[in-house]
C-alpha cells in the first residue's frame, strides 16, 4: 500500500524534473528546495546528463552489463536508453526498493529483454547482489558498470554508505567501473537544502568532495576525477563561474584495477 501523505524520494526527485508521477506531499518538499535554489530542476538535469556522458563512457570502453542502484522512476534518457543506443547487446539491470518504481519500470520494458527489474534495497548489498533475477542477467565474473546516481546522500553516517559501497566494489571484477554522484558540502544553499531534506524526506546528506572521493578509494579515477557535475568531459563548454546550482553535486567514474 503506498501512502501518499508521506513523501518519497524518487517522487521527489520526479517533481523536481516537471513529471507527472508524485503527490501533494513530494511537491510540497520540491517547493521548499525550488525556495531555497530556484535553480534546483538544473541539477537534476545535470545529473541526467552526465548519467547519459558516463554511460556512453563505460559503453564505448566495452562494458556491456550495467547495474543501476537506486534508480529511481523512469525519465528521458534513461540508463538502458542511452547504454543500448552505443551497443544494444548491453544488458541494464535497475534496482529500486520503491514499488512505484518497480512498477513503472516493468511496464515500460516489458518489451526489452535485454533489460530487468529488481525490487531490492540497496542498502543491503549482499540481498541486491544475490537476488536471483540480477544474477540471471549479471555475469559478476565479467565487468561490470556498477551506477550509484543521486542515492549514497540519501544514505545517514549510521547507515555505513562507504561500507555499502565497498561491497558492491568488492564484488566486481577488474575492469569494472563504478559510476557515483553526490550531493556536496561547501556553500550556505548546500547547509539549506540538507536542512530541508532531513526536515521533509528525513535524510539527505551533503559531504565534502575529499568524503565523496573516498568512496572511490582502491580504484583509478577517470579524469578529471570527482568534479562537479558539467565539468565531468563536457560535450560543449562550460559556463564560468558555475552557478550556485551547479555547485550542489559532484561526481566520478572510476575503473578496478587488475
Not at 522512476?73 to 536508453?81: I, M, R, S
Not at 531490492?120 to 542477467?137: C, I, N, S, T
Request: hydrophobic share 40%.
Amino acid at each position: 500500500m503506498i501512502d501518499h501523505t508521506r513523501p518519497n524520494i524518487a517522487r521527489v526527485y520526479d517533481a523536481i524534473l516537471g513529471g507527472k508521477d508524485n503527490y501533494a506531499a513530494d511537491r510540497a518538499v520540491a517547493a521548499q528546495t525550488q525556495r531555497i535554489v530556484p535553480e534546483i530542476r538544473d541539477v537534476a538535469r545535470d545529473n541526467r546528463a552526465m548519467l547519459g556522458r558516463a554511460v556512453r563512457y563505460m559503453v564505448k570502453a566495452g562494458i556491456r552489463q550495467l547495474v543501476d542502484l537506486g534508480s529511481g522512476l523512469p525519465t528521458a534518457q534513461n540508463t538502458h536508453e542511452v547504454a543500448q543506443s552505443v551497443a544494444s547487446d548491453t544488458r541494464v539491470v535497475y534496482v529500486d526498493n520503491d514499488p512505484v518504481v518497480s512498477a513503472h519500470g516493468r511496464a515500460l520494458l516489458a518489451e526489452n529483454d535485454r533489460t530487468t527489474v529488481v525490487t531490492a534495497d540497496l542498502r543491503r548489498p549482499k540481498a541486491v547482489l544475490d537476488h536471483p533475477d540480477l544474477r540471471a542477467a549479471i555475469d559478476f565474473d565479467r565487468p561490470v558498470g556498477m551506477m550509484l546516481v543521486s542515492v549514497i546522500h540519501y544514505l545517514n553516517d549510521n547507515e555505513d554508505p562507504t561500507g555499502i559501497v565497498r561491497a558492491y566494489t568488492n564484488a566486481l571484477a577488474p575492469g569494472s567501473h563504478l559510476f557515483l554522484t553526490h550531493f556536496c558540502a561547501g556553500t550556505p544553499e548546500a547547509l539549506a537544502l540538507e536542512q530541508a531534506l532531513l526536515s521533509g524526506l528525513g535524510t539527505g546528506r551533503f559531504r565534502s568532495t575529499k568524503q565523496i572521493a573516498a568512496y572511490f578509494d582502491g580504484l583509478d579515477l577517470v579524469p578529471p576525477g570527482v568534479v562537479h557535475l558539467p565539468q565531468w568531459r563536457p560535450e560543449g563548454g562550460v559556463r564560468r563561474p558555475l552557478t550556485i546550482a551547479q555547485r550542489l553535486m559532484v561526481g566520478g567514474l572510476a575503473r578496478k584495477p587488475a
